[in-house]
Each structure stands twice: as structure tokens, then as C-alpha cells.
């Protein structure tokens, strides 16, 4: 029989739970188990102290961690999956090809993804059983009342939230105190003004991340399996419904919209400041841009052709009147020379008071 064994995100294996694995070797079960750090490598370190070679382990992304034993190695599909995406695909696999499974975590422990095999495994009406260790017990998955404990509440926080992202984009505290007492401020428009407002582009992925705190997503995934549950669904059905959940698919809801302008602002910082950014072939046009009142037009001054992002960063730094100046603001044109035909993004970068605050594709 295959059985997983994963854990939460604290490595120590009780005597109890170490007691179940030691009768599963005592009736050669074959194991599936992980192989990230804490507890997948205490289960993989417990399991080779025992010299115990039934087992596979189950990787994710290109690069491996743990093989203690040098177990067969089951490679997952993450490809296009990001984030806790690839975690998901990864308990689902292992439940898909698993009999039964065995959890230790605390009841509050939803860090390592393990309410996913949970709701697997119920949904495919095959036994779980979770190991509690603070209260030193185990608990068995039989109805979607025993994910309740687990699944948590949806965040009652949400108001500091949005006070404290408000302030971090300038808002003055009389104007959030009073649109946080009218609800004023929609998930939508917060997502408007964190992507508007003048602060860096790493200020607002901090601050989109920080929305998404605003969300339990075990909880809306125990919401729609409860349902499907009820109404007779397939595995497979389930399984589509907690992906188009988890993936952001409905391109309608605010949470897509949130993760998407998340992604996006990321793409573009990473593609100037990261590592694509240090080795691009290509050049920069820099120009100094501002709004002529006196002519009533927007008026756009080259400086020149840059060939290295750490140059326009230190032209920038050294231009004093420029950078403090509200006014004005410089825009940075990025040319591929090994992309005539525009099959890359391009991006127009914006710096505003020294920071790059905006993009455009």
C-alpha cells in the first residue's frame, strides 16, 4: 500500500507519530514523501536510520534537495505554475498515487500547504489521518467538518490592512479614517492605487503581497469542496474546481486581478533590476520629462543611450536639481537589439524622486 507522510513546517517528530511510521515499515508499506527542508527531511533521515528502502521521493522545480537514501526520484509537472501553485501540484500527485496518508501539524500550522492533501484525499474518499502534536493526538479526515479546524476563518484584520497600505501610498490619515468608515475603498480601487501611486516598484509588490493576506484561500477551497462534496462531484470535477480556485482563473474576480497585476509588476522590476537586467543586449534611451504650464504640453527631453542599467541609476542619483524635483521625471525606453521584430516585452520605465515607481508595456 503507498501511503504519504508530510508534515507542517516544524521538523520535530513526536513519539507517537515516529510510532505509526514504525508499524507502516513493520508491513512494508511503500512510502511517498517530500523533499524540502524541516519536516520532509526528518522523515527522510528517520526513514534511512531504519535502512528502510521502499520509498520514493517526490520533487518539485529544477533543482533537488534531500535523497538520503537515494530513493527512486518521481519528478512533478510544475511547469507555467508559480508560487504555492507548485506546492498544490505536488500534494495532489502524491495523493493521486497514494492509498492512504499521514499528516503531522498543528491545527494552526498552514504554512506548508498540507490542508491541500487533506482536502485531496477526502475528496477522493481515501483515509488521512493527522497527528496533532501539541495536543498530542491523532484525528482522522472523514467528512468536511474535520477540514473546519483547519480551513480557519476569512481575515477580520482586513481595515488595518487597507490602513496601513493607504498610508504607505501618502494618504493622509484624515482622508483613511474617513474612507475606511464610508467602506470606500473596494479591493479593485486598492489594487488601482497601490499600481498609481509615486512609490517604488518594490514599495507596491510589498504592498500587493500585503492585499493578499486579505484573503484565506484554505478557506474559500473548504467553501467550494464542502459544496461539491454535497452535491456529488467527481474527484476530477473537485480537483478542477480547487485548481480554478488556486490558479486565479476567473478572470472576473478581484483575487486574479490581484495576482496578475502582482505578477506583472514583478516581470517588469525583475526584467530591469534582476539578473535579465545585468545582461541585456541592448540599449536605454534615457529623457527627462515633464509638463510646460506655460505652454500648456508635455514636453520630453532626450539625455542619451545607456548600455547598462547601473549607469542610468547612477546618472539619475548624481542629477540633484532633477531628482528631488516633483515635476519632473525621467523615463527610461529599453531596446532589445536581438529582438527587431518585438517578440519580447518592451518596457518604458518611469523614475519619479530617484525611484522607478511605473512601467509600461
Not at 470606500?184 to 516598484?201: G, H, M, Q
Not at 473537485?238 to 488556486?246: A, C, G, N, Q, S
Amino acid at each position: 500500500m503507498g501511503v504519504f507522510v508530510v508534515g507542517g513546517c516544524k521538523p520535530e517528530l513526536p513519539e507517537h507519530f515516529l510510532e505509526t511510521l514504525d508499524r507502516l515499515m513493520e508491513q512494508e508499506n511503500d512510502f511517498l514523501i517530500g523533499e524540502s527542508s524541516r519536516t520532509d527531511r526528518e522523515i527522510q533521515k528517520y526513514l534511512k536510520g531504519h535502512n528502510y528502502k521502499k520509498a520514493a521521493v517526490y520533487r518539485v522545480g529544477t533543482t533537488f534537495r534531500y535523497n538520503y537514501l537515494d530513493w527512486t526520484i518521481r519528478n512533478v509537472n510544475t511547469k507555467d505554475k508559480r508560487g504555492g501553485q507548485i506546492w498544490v501540484e505536488r500534494a495532489f500527485r502524491m495523493c493521486e498515487e497514494s492509498d492512504r496518508g499521514i499528516i503531522i501539524r498543528d491545527i494552526w500550522d498552514d504554512t506548508c500547504w498540507t490542508f491541500y492533501f487533506m482536502a485531496y484525499m477526502l475528496a477522493a474518499r481515501k483515509p488521512c489521518s493527522v497527528f496533532l502534536p501539541k495536543e498530542n493526538r491523532w484525528i482522522e479526515i472523514i467528512s468536511p467538518d474535520d477540514l473546519i479546524p483547519f480551513a480557519g476563518e476569512q481575515p477580520k484584520n482586513v481595515d488595518s490592512i487597507v490602513r496601513e497600505i493607504l498610508l504607505v501610498c501618502g494618504f493622509s490619515s484624515d482622508i483613511i479614517d474617513y474612507s475606511i468608515s464610508k467602506n470606500s475603498i473596494s479591493t479593485r480601487k486598492l489594487i488601482d492605487i497601490i499600481c498609481e501611486a509615486p512609490i517604488s516598484l518594490y514599495q507596491k509588490r510589498n504592498q500587493l503581497g500585503h492585499m493578499m493576506t486579505m484573503r484565506n484561500m484554505d478557506y474559500d477551497v473548504f467553501k467550494v469542496l464542502s459544496k461539491d462534496i454535497s452535491e456529488g462531484k467527481s474527484i476530477q470535477e473537485i480537483k478542477m474546481d480547487i485548481r480554478k480556485l488556486i490558479y486565479y482563473e476567473d478572470e472576473l474576480s478581484d483575487w486574479t486581478v490581484l495576482r496578475n497585476r502582482y505578477w506583472e509588476l514583478y516581470d517588469a522590476w525583475y526584467t530591469f533590476h534582476g539578473p535579465a537586467g545585468a545582461i541585456f543586449t541592448g540599449s536605454y534611451y534615457l529623457f527627462e520629462e515633464w509638463y510646460d504650464l506655460e505652454e500648456m504640453r508635455y514636453v520630453s527631453f532626450p539625455v542619451g543611450m545607456f548600455f547598462r542599467v547601473k549607469d542610468i541609476l547612477e546618472y539619475i542619483k548624481n542629477d540633484k536639481v532633477n531628482v528631488v524635483a516633483e515635476e519632473v521625471c525621467y523615463r527610461v525606453e529599453m531596446w532589445n537589439r536581438n529582438d527587431p521584430l518585438w517578440k519580447c516585452v518592451r518596457y518604458d520605465y518611469y523614475f519619479y524622486r530617484g525611484e522607478l515607481c511605473w512601467f509600461e508595456v
